[in-house]
């Protein structure tokens, strides 16, 4: 099993910045991708970024220029720093992680979610 936690969010500005981070402990030899979700009130999860144990990374459409994913494999975490955030970007933000390919649906665990709201 692996746990993940998350931490970082709260509330911020239109236009201002947040730093994610992401804590894996347990068996964290049988995963190599990480990543970030997030689900807003009443839609579905969608991907925000994701970054294998190599640094390949993929963006969802709607954040890629404004956020960028990281990586420290030393340390288990991963990190999305958030930049020019809009108010329709207000949901929980999920870390998530899995062995799988980076093109590929989400890993097996998750996160709790930590809240980011973005006020206009």
């Known amino acids: 099993q692996v746990q993940l936690v998350e931490s970082g969010g709260g509330l911020v500005q239109a236009g201002g910045s947040l730093r994610l981070s992401c804590a894996a402990s347990?068996?964290?030899?049988?995963?190599?991708?990480m990543g970030w979700y997030r689900q807003a009130p009443g839609k579905q999860r969608e991907l925000v970024a994701r970054?294998?144990?190599?640094?390949?990374?993929r963006y969802g459409d709607s954040v890629r220029g404004r956020f960028t994913i990281s990586r420290d494999n030393a340390k288990n975490t991963v990190h999305l720093q958030m930049n020019d955030l809009k108010p329709e970007e207000t949901a929980v933000y999920y870390c998530?992680?899995?062995?799988?390919?980076?093109?590929?649906?989400?890993?097996?665990?998750w996160g709790q979610g930590t809240q980011v709201t973005v006020s206009s």
């Open positions: 970054i294998s144990g190599g640094g390949n990374t």
């Open positions: 347990g068996s964290t030899s049988s995963i190599d991708i």
């Open positions: 998530n992680a899995g062995r799988s390919a980076i093109w590929a649906g989400p890993g097996n665990y």
